[in-house]
């Protein structure tokens, strides 16, 4: 019995042992994962700490050694010396019998031989299911190499599809709102699908050749406050299919763009130091409708815009020329601009040259030039018969001007040098509604020289000399400032006139104030067709 049990001692211990440290190498696939996944932690080192001396004297000693089977080999690695030397002689002796000589195992003995089998076949088992987990991770990590070398995985990139929005702007549909975020360059990546594109008050001093181009539904691009010159733009805007309006004001441009669409309505160049305009710029733009050069150096002074510049632009409506350096209203302008802003240049002359046929003109504001009477010729208006609003406020004019387009409904002739005027200076102004002489020299206004505007509404008088209240204002008339004179009567036909018993006045509003009456030598009788008292205001 002592032999049986020194020789279920000798095969036990070495098989627990095998069992509870598995000397498999993990080294290969710790370092493909290393290499292949720069985050992992993992360190299969740390489960194998080297033990210290107290735990290597409590440890078991294996009775063989195990050793990495090859490559195509399975199963448990195979028992290759008995270390007989710590077995004890008792058991050797046992171990060299001959079975013959041996007794028969008792009952105990079997369950214990065929625990013995359960443990080899278990030992098989982790080792197979090792070899495996081996092969199947090395596979992986090799497949996962060769993807990453060959680039089968490639990154998405999101830019210019429908649903990215680059980071610096704001994206609403297909609208993109990238002002005010100081970018240099047209951010990366706005969306081929949008509309409007809105890059204004930022830093960009360039736009890349064919960038929009490719923005076929691209309507409205602003990129007004920016610091964009000539060489930086050119070709950019060209072959835009659909782009209606485009904001290039308070830049550095020194001339108008050459390459602009066909498609373009609406162009904004102001702010900027212009001083040379081309006809060929216009070329493609036959159905531009507003546009707008104010606040640029264009005429340098002493001279106007090249004749016949502006004709190819044949739809044209809205031309704003405010602010720049024309010393003439420019010639062979298109006949379709309904209307034409020329304030703040130094214009002298009006010549008839301006439009050469019947104008669609309705509005003209030449304020703040320096046009004389001699400079508005009679033929300067003789083709704006449709002309309903005429500003000349700011100019130095010394009589209210002849040969005005009857048609006019809205007449500014404020702080010029007018000092007098005529019975006749507005008789065949039928259709004048609203009509200003404020900020002038004004001593004397004849007698029902506003009688024959039978339907003016207001009438500003403000700032002049004048010593009385006009006689025989306008039955229809609402409002009369005539605030800041030096009046001190009023007679009694200036407002109540037509006989014993005038029709009720239709003034709303009378201001007197800043004037030289006396309220107690005023006649009552001069005021008696008018609403009340509170009308007028002293």
């Known amino acids: 019995m002592e032999e049986l049990t020194l020789l279920l001692w000798v095969l036990m211990v070495p098989l627990q042992s095998f069992v509870l440290q598995p000397r498999v190498d993990m080294t290969p696939i710790e370092d493909l994962v290393r290499d292949t996944d720069p985050w992992s932690d993992w360190r299969p080192e740390r489960l194998r700490e080297t033990p210290t001396a107290d735990e290597e004297e409590a440890m078991p000693v294996p009775l063989y050694d195990v050793t990495h089977p090859p490559a195509t080999q399975h199963g448990p690695p195979p028992i290759t010396h008995f270390i007989t030397s710590q077995v004890p002689e008792s058991a050797s002796h046992a171990l060299a019998q001959p079975a013959s000589h041996s007794q028969d195992p008792a009952p105990e003995a079997e369950e214990a031989i065929s625990l013995v089998d359960s443990e080899l076949i278990m030992v098989q088992s982790v080792t197979d299911s090792s070899q495996t987990n081996l092969r199947e991770g090395e596979s992986f990590v090799s497949q996962a190499m060769e993807e990453k070398k060959e680039g089968t995985n490639p990154a998405y990139f999101p830019y210019f599809k429908d649903n ?55 309507e409205f691009l602003v990129l007004s406050n920016n610091r964009l010159t000539d060489g930086s733009i050119e070709g950019a805007f060209e072959g835009i299919p659909a782009l209606k309006r485009l904001y290039l004001d308070r830049n550095l441009l020194e001339s108008v763009p050459t390459d602009l669409p066909a498609s373009l309505e609406e162009l904004r160049l102001d702010n900027n130091r212009l001083n040379v305009m081309s006809e060929g710029a216009w070329a493609h733009c036959h159905g531009l409708l507003v546009l707008s050069l104010s606040n640029n150096s264009l005429g340098n002074g002493n ?15 809205t031309l704003s020329l405010d602010r720049n350096r024309l010393a003439s209203v420019p010639l062979g302008l298109p006949l379709s601009i309904r209307e034409l802003y020329l304030r703040g240049n130094l214009i002298q002359k009006f010549p008839g040259e301006a439009f050469m046929g019947t104008s669609e003109l309705v509005i003209l504001d030449l304020s703040a030039n320096r046009l004389t009477n001699h400079g508005l010729l009679r033929e300067s208006l003789l083709n704006a018969t449709h002309l309903e609003s005429l500003n000349l406020e700011g100019n130095q004019l010394k009589k209210v001007p002849r040969h005005l387009p009857s048609s006019l409904k809205t007449l500014n002739l404020e702080g010029n040098l007018i000092s007098s005027v005529g019975k006749a200076s507005f008789l065949h102004l039928s259709h004048l509604e ?43 008339l609402h409002l009369v400032a005539l605030t800041h004179n030096k009046i001190h009567s009023v007679p009694r036909d200036a407002f109540c006139w037509g006989g014993s018993d005038p029709d009720l006045s239709s003034l709303v509003r009378v201001q007197l104030e800043h004037n030289l009456i006396d309220l107690g030598h005023l006649d009552a009788k001069a005021f008696h067709c008018l609403r009340g008292f509170q009308v007028v205001h002293f």
Do not use: W
């Open 303 to 317: 001279d106007t815009l090249p004749a016949s510049v502006l004709s190819p632009l044949a739809s044209l409506r």
């Open 434 to 476: 609203h009509l200003g002489l404020a900020r002038n020299k004004i001593t004397r206004v004849a007698s029902g020289a506003f009688k024959g505007l039978p339907v003016l509404h207001q009438l500003d008088l403000c700032h002049n000399a004048l010593r009385q209240v006009p006689r025989q204002l306008p039955r229809g």
């Open 164 to 218: 990215y929005c680059p980071p610096e702007c704001a994206c609403y549909g297909r609208v993109v709102q990238c002002s005010d975020k100081g970018v240099e360059k047209v951010p990366y990546g706005i969306p081929h699908n949008s509309r409007y594109i809105l890059l204004m008050n930022n830093l960009i001093d360039g736009i890349q050749l064919d960038l929009l181009n490719v923005y076929l539904s691209m």
